[in-house]
């Protein structure tokens, strides 16, 4: 009696540790895929509508042109800008493509701080060493249209009325400047090893990107750049820098309000809707299942 208990104890046991094993692999095949090969993401807003809809649950390609990863966790103690690599991708980021990636502002609007727990989803319109302008309410890529949601681009040059207050005018918020939706830039959209003339116009444009990436602070004085009391003529870029749209551009905070985007921000490539639930009815909506993104 006793041999027999054994046995079945020892059964029992031998059980217990082959479906724990087998839910630890499954697990650990679940966070593999998800750090190196998709993420998946509720969609809240209609800001990029009607490629996304509110409700909708996408999935997110990170095989793409490679997933992130940390080199160390020390940022979730002290709130520091994480240190990332990026694992070597299959195709590059190219106008169009609809990514996924992290706010850029967490620490106020001064200074550009990846924000660890809020994610946009824009539509890419600028790639690094494009020249980007706004024209007639037309995205224009060195000198040509046809990029962006051209309905939403034609309703607002279409527009004869006043704009809603903070709408109409765009980065870098510079009354000199007076960029808007209607007419904005031309700005040059930087890749990595750029070297630009600081001069002061450089500065309005790029001052929050340079402070960013060399952790310095710059300022401009009497026509001149100056890092604290050191004249600055020149500046390399570290970085490759993204210009983000929302498909409806009336309600869209995005590149033309946020600035443009390091590519370390860039979480992946919107693959596909996967399920959707309208927002307000909670009922499933069967037509936008398994829908691919263009």
């Known amino acids: 009696m006793k041999v027999i208990c054994k046995r079945t104890i020892k059964k029992a046991i031998k059980t217990i540790l082959q479906y724990t094993a087998a839910i630890v692999i499954a697990l650990l095949i679940a966070l593999a895929l998800r750090l190196f090969v998709v993420d998946f993401y509720s969609i809240p807003s209609d800001s990029m509508s009607p490629a996304i809809e509110p409700g909708d649950f996408i999935m997110v390609n990170k095989l793409s042109f490679g997933a992130r990863m940390y080199e160390n966790f ?3 103690k002290d709130g520091s800008h994480p240190p990332i690599w990026r694992v070597k991708g299959y195709a590059p980021i190219r ?4 990514l996924v990636f992290n706010f850029p502002y967490s620490k106020g609007w001064n200074k550009i701080n990846m924000h660890l727990s809020r994610f946009y989803v824009k539509r890419c319109i600028g790639i ?40 109409y005018h765009t980065i870098p918020f510079d009354p000199r400047l007076n960029w808007t939706i209607v007419n904005m830039g031309p700005l040059y959209i930087p890749r990595q090893g750029d070297k630009i003339l600081l001069d002061t116009l450089a500065c309005r444009l790029y001052k929050k990107m340079i402070e960013y990436e060399s952790g310095l602070n710059i300022r401009e004085s009497e026509g001149k750049v100056y890092c604290q009391d050191s004249l600055i003529e020149q500046y390399t870029f570290r970085k490759n820098w993204y210009f983000m749209g929302g498909d409806r551009m009336w309600n869209s905070q995005d590149s033309r309000y946020i600035g443009l985007i390091p590519e370390e921000f860039i979480v992946g490539k919107v693959a596909m809707v996967l ?3 309208n927002p307000d009815t909670k009922k499933f909506q069967w037509r936008r299942f398994f829908t691919r993104i263009k």
């Open 275 to 277: 399920t959707s639930k």
């Open 74 to 76: 020390d940022f979730l």
């Open 128 to 167: 690094p060493g494009d020249t980007l302008q706004i024209r007639e309410a037309y995205y224009e890529i060195n000198g040509k249209r046809g990029f962006g949601n051209l309905e939403e681009q034609q309703r607002i040059a279409d527009y004869e009325g006043e704009f809603p207050q903070g709408i």
């Open 95 to 98: 106008h169009g493509d609809v």
